[in-house]
């Protein structure tokens, strides 16, 4: 079974900064997805980024960026230039295809990350 | 273009009585699942649809029922309510495998008493 790992159950970060939020998976798969969600106080999944296993290339949306190290499973999430409205859950999670039946997400615990003012 | 509802938002049961939490979603996705998330532990997956008349379990399935006689709706029934189910539950939908990823409901906040 896969499991992802969040480290940091709470960050903090002044508004314009930049913060990583770090991820690790364990898992023998090959061929998978690595996602990062947000959860803001209204308590809605919104999907902030997505990398496929097979890209070496590091996704980015905007302010937001990934450090993947496939060798040592780590995805780790960057935003730049923070925002108050950054402020919410992250949850990292890990997908693999599955040739007969539905593929899953297996999520980590959650980093609640505050931006200051 | 609704996306995925979720109905209740709020509920109280008490210990033993059931109910059903709905889901609906109408972009056509194949692909539905019910999470809940609980307090420094994510998202757990309770069951997931790859298609009308299709169900599996998923790593929290016991107290918990599925069907899925459409595409668009996937209810969940809780048979005889717990305290171990107070959660908040997620309904999620996504076009094939969701390699672009999923489409989360509002979640229902149910308390069990």
């Known amino acids: 079974a896969q499991t992802v790992t969040q480290s940091q159950p709470e960050m903090s970060v002044q508004e314009a900064e930049t913060v990583t939020l770090s991820c690790t998976y364990d898992?023998?798969?090959?061929?998978?997805?690595l996602f990062w969600y947000k959860q803001p106080p209204s308590r809605q999944m919104i999907l902030v980024i997505r990398q496929e296993a097979y890209k070496q290339q590091n996704a980015t949306e905007n302010r937001f960026s990934v450090n993947f190290q496939k060798a040592a499973k780590s995805f780790s999430l960057k935003i730049s230039d923070s925002q108050l409205g950054d402020t919410a859950m992250y949850f990292c999670a890990f997908m693999k295809l599955e040739e007969t039946s539905g593929s899953r997400l297996t999520f980590g615990e959650g980093t609640q990350l505050t931006v200051n003012p | 273009n609704a996306g995925v509802t979720q109905t209740p938002k709020f509920q109280v049961l008490k210990t033993g009585q059931s109910m059903t939490l709905q889901c609906a979603q109408d972009m056509n996705h194949e692909y539905m699942s019910w999470y809940r998330q609980d307090p420094g532990m994510g998202l757990r997956l309770i069951h997931y649809?790859?298609?009308?008349?299709?169900?599996d379990q998923g790593e929290v399935p016991n107290g918990y029922n599925v069907s899925r006689s459409t595409t668009e709706d996937f209810p969940l029934r809780l048979l005889s309510a717990a305290p171990s189910q107070t959660s908040v539950y997620f309904c999620a939908s996504s076009r094939g495998q969701g390699i672009h990823g999923y489409t989360f409901g509002s979640g229902t906040r149910l308390t069990v008493v």
């Open positions: 898992t023998s798969e090959n061929n998978y997805y």
């Open positions: 649809s790859v298609g009308a008349g299709i169900t």
